[in-house]
T-cell receptor, first 115, second 111 residues
Framework: EAGVAQSPRYKIIEKRQSVAFWCNPI?????LYWYQQILGQGPKLLIQ????????DSQLPKDRFSAERLKGVDSTLKIQPAKLEDSAVYLC?????????????FGPGTRLLVL | KQEVTQIPAALSVPEGENLVLNCSFT??????LQWFRQDPGKGLTSLLL?????REQTSGRLNASLDKSSGRSTLYIAASQPGDSATYLC??????????FGTGTRLTIIP
């Protein structure tokens, strides 16, 4: 079974530029999560999708971050414009139905550096 | 504020020794607690999940315990191996259906 795929693996941009990350979850998984992990910290949930609907985006900085999952499969996370403090690893995870007892499967992450 | 704390931030242990990783949380009314492993350049791997009604969970050489009254969980690793070297993260569902992560303990097993 293929795992969660993310691209690109690394990205370096200058502040005020825009950037987009892509995630392909495990086949058949209805729930998709985007997390932000700043160096030295644990991951923080940015947004959770159930199929193509948003379940929780309470911690997403909506003035600059956006995410979509149009067909309930792949997802993209965009930052526009980027700030220095957005430097972090962006992790995508998926689970079968989003039940709290389920395992979340994580991708390798995209490491973003904003200069 | 609901917080998860992991101390120490880093730990080095000789191969073969048993070890304990600590996690503390501020609110005892949790739904469940999970332990994850993170290898450099990779995502997280779920190790053990403990429901609020449980006291411990075991998987191979790993044993996780939960004491809600004291706001603590421990991850016990028996007979440590170099392959156990990784960062171990504790995450708590405080009843809000999202995981709050600690900052992790970076474990190094010395051959």
């Amino acid at each position: 079974e293929a795992g969660v795929a993310q691209s690109p693996r690394y990205k370096i941009i200058e502040k005020r530029q825009s950037v987009a990350f892509w995630c392909n979850p495990i086949s058949g998984h209805a729930t998709l999560y985007w997390y932000q992990q700043i160096l030295g910290q644990g991951p923080k949930l940015l947004i959770q999708f159930q199929n193509n609907g948003v379940v929780d985006d309470s911690q997403l900085p909506k003035d600059r971050f956006s995410a979509e999952r149009l067909k309930g499969v792949d997802s993209t996370l965009k930052i526009q414009p980027a700030k220095l403090e957005d430097s972090a690893v962006y992790l995508c995870a998926s689970s079968l139905q989003g039940l709290r007892e389920e395992t979340q499967y994580f991708g390798p992450g995209t490491r973003l550096l904003v200069l | 504020k609901q917080e998860v704390t992991q101390i120490p931030a880093a730990l080095s242990v000789p191969e073969g020794e048993n070890l304990v990783l600590n996690c503390s949380f501020t609110d005892s009314a949790i739904y469940n607690l999970q332990w994850f492993r993170q290898d450099p350049g990779k995502g997280l791997t779920s190790l053990l999940l403990i429901q609020s009604s449980q006291r411990e969970q075991t998987s191979g050489r790993l044993n996780a315990s939960l004491d809600k009254s004291s706001g603590r969980s421990t991850l016990y690793i028996a007979a440590s191996q170099p392959g156990d070297s990784a960062t171990y993260l504790c995450a708590v569902d405080f009843g809000n259906e999202k995981l709050t992560f600690g900052t992790g303990t970076r474990l190094t097993i010395i051959p």
